[in-house]
């Protein structure tokens, strides 16, 4: 991860404890994907990438699947348990204890925000570091319909006076269309004071965290407003949303590679992963669909409707069309993987071709071999998987099962229609199949006797 640090040490706190029963799921919210990674997962790196440090998670009871996957991007990352959720204040007063001793700024973000930048995280703690009086700095957006988002009302002097809940908002101050996106940094050596003195005098009996804004100005403080980008800022509660952020973050990976030098021919109908890495020169045809643990080299052609996940491929490779590869997968440099062709944890070395509906799994194929139509390696029998090894320049004729384990040689040609279950030594032939026999006239027979049988 990002060795970055931020000028003045900042802690981010992320706020994932929600139940998310909107979703209708059994899946914690946060561990909902886009972009095939999960939005927590989304907003510790982007934490991560703006050089926050430590990372504390609030989460609630028993989501254990939320602390493993949280622990597999930053195994350094902390977790404080909020016992009941009694508001936004009361979620962050919840990592206290799991920040004792440090004594930087607090950074609060949430698990179901996505889309917000490491730029964007920067630019609201530089607002909290330019002005020595300012305590509170909140993070602003002006969305096209405001009904439902609490207000940033700004004083005279532009700074931040208060945030006001949509429903507790009069008429006036409705007409607002700065709204709060609930992302506040707050300067270190006030913060847990300024939040302890929230109180849960309100009809929810909540601890909200807007109300630090006023306790900062009650105590001589000042708090500052910051506008954000509306997309940054969208928090996913529903499946639609869910799939709004997917659109969104899509549009954001498609221009990213073709900025940095891949071709897309139809980019809206290509689709990223947040981890795909693409070298210069890579054209992508229609319908490509990549995985996660993707990494693409080099002048790459992928064409049209090939899925690809958990792969490395090479510089000047060839993929598809219709082609399926699956993780674990190794295609060396200059190999072709042509249509209708399923590669599942195998090594393809250089310039070797498998072009024709094949399946090969488990396997490692030498440079410069040839998979002929419709080959298969037999990588198991119920119970274990087993390893084909094809050696450098082997044949391989069409239409052959290849039964694990087996080795084919190197230069070793493999006759068409072959069921190998034996080892083939280098340069030679392997041949495994029935001998022909032909029955002069017998079709001429069947038919005559086919006709009779219907006549009579």
């Not at 952020?245 to 109908?269: C, F, N, S, W, Y």
Request: glycine share 10%; net charge negative.
């Amino acid at each position: 991860m990002s060795k970055k640090k931020t000028a003045i040490p900042t802690a981010a706190i992320i706020l994932a404890a929600g139940k998310g029963t909107r979703m209708k799921s059994e899946l914690p919210k946060v561990m909902h994907k886009i972009a095939g990674r999960a939005m927590v997962g989304h907003v510790m790196h982007t934490a991560l990438d703006a050089g926050l440090s430590p990372l504390t998670l609030v989460v609630a009871p028993g989501m254990h699947e939320v602390r493993s996957y949280a622990s597999s991007v930053d195994e350094t990352v902390s977790f404080a348990v909020q016992e009941e959720q009694l508001g936004t204040g009361h979620a962050v007063l919840s990592a206290k204890s799991a920040l004792k001793g440090f004594d930087g700024n607090l950074l609060v973000l949430y698990g179901d925000t996505p889309l917000i930048t490491s730029e964007t995280i920067t630019g609201l703690l530089e607002t909290l570091a330019q002005d020595a009086k300012c305590a509170v700095a909140v993070l602003g957006f002006t969305p096209h319909d405001p009904a439902e988002y609490g207000r940033l009302v700004l004083a005279e002097d532009g700074t931040l006076e208060r945030i006001v809940e949509a429903r507790d908002a009069t008429t006036s101050e409705k007409h607002i269309t700065l709204c709060n996106s609930g992302v506040i940094a707050l300067r270190g050596n006030v913060a847990w004071g300024l939040l302890e003195q929230i109180e849960n005098k309100n009809k929810k009996g909540e601890y909200y965290l807007t109300d630090v804004v006023a306790i900062a100005r009650s105590a001589g403080f000042v708090a500052r407003a910051v506008e954000g980008h509306v997309a940054e800022v969208l928090g996913v509660n529903s499946r639609v949303e869910l799939a709004q952020a997917e659109a969104a973050i899509q549009q954001k990976l498609r221009t990213k590679h073709m900025e940095d030098g891949v071709t897309l021919l139809a980019p809206e109908t290509v689709y990223f992963s947040a981890d795909t890495r693409l070298g210069q020169d890579v054209i992508i045809q229609p319908n490509v669909f990549f995985g996660t643990d993707v990494v693409v080299g080099d002048n790459v052609t992928i064409r049209a409707s090939s899925h690809i996940e958990g792969t490395v491929i090479g510089d000047g490779a060839t993929i598809g069309p219709f082609a399926r590869l699956r993780p674990g997968t190794s295609i060396g440099e200059n190999a072709k993987i042509g249509n209708f062709v399923e590669i599942k944890k195998s090594e393809i070395e250089a310039g070797a071709k498998i072009s024709h509906l094949s399946y090969i799994g488990d396997a490692s194929v030498g440079e410069e071999a040839n998979i002929g139509a419709g080959t298969i390696t037999c990588n198991y029998d119920g119970y274990q998987k087993y390893r084909t090894v094809i050696g450098r320049d082997a044949f391989i004729g069409s239409n052959t099962a290849l039964v694990a384990p087996v080795k084919v040689g190197a230069g070793a040609i493999v006759a068409a229609g072959s069921v190998i279950t034996e080892d083939i030594d280098a340069d030679a032939l392997g041949l495994a199949r029935t001998r022909q026999e032909q029955k002069q006239d017998w079709a001429k027979t069947f038919r005559d006797k086919q006709k009779k049988g219907s006549t009579d």
